[in-house]
């Protein structure tokens, strides 16, 4: 399923490929990961957990909301914001900055991974 394109949609599977098979130390390629944005996803996982009744597999999927770690303001000490949504916003394109968008995407759905 594609995020906004087939070029989005090979990235994203590429990456998640790479995440995987590095974090586990396995051979995950890309056409066996599946991954879809909003819309998408709540029919995708209904899908993957009717698939999973019927022919008793446990096939691993997770929902995870990860638009708001590219636009919404790191919290401080306090839970207050730490700065404003603009310069939130301007230091996703900085150098790292969508890395720590993507890897606090990640780790929740590895971490259901691992524990299964």
């Given amino acids: 399923m ?8 090979d990235l994203g599977r590429n990456m998640g490929a790479g995440v995987i098979s590095d974090t586990f130390k396995i051979n995950v390629t890309a056409d066996q990961i599946v991954i879809c ?17 019927i022919y008793g597999t446990s096939i691993p ?16 000490a306090n839970g207050f914001p730490a ?15 969508w890395e720590v968008a993507m890897l606090s995407e990640t ?10």
Avoid at 2 to 9: A, C, T, V
Avoid at 37 to 53: H, K
Avoid at 83 to 97: H, L
Wanted: net charge negative.
């Fill in 2 to 9: 594609s995020w906004h394109g087939f070029r989005e949609d």
């Fill in 37 to 53: 944005t909003s819309m998408e996803a709540v029919p995708s996982g209904a899908m993957v957990q009717w698939w999973n009744g």
């Fill in 61 to 76: 999927f997770a929902y995870v909301g990860g638009a708001s770690n590219l636009d919404s303001a790191p919290l401080d």
């Fill in 83 to 97: 700065m404003s949504g603009r310069e939130s916003i301007e230091s996703c394109f900085e150098a790292g900055g």
């Fill in 107 to 116: 780790v929740p759905v590895l971490k259901m991974m691992d524990l299964r």
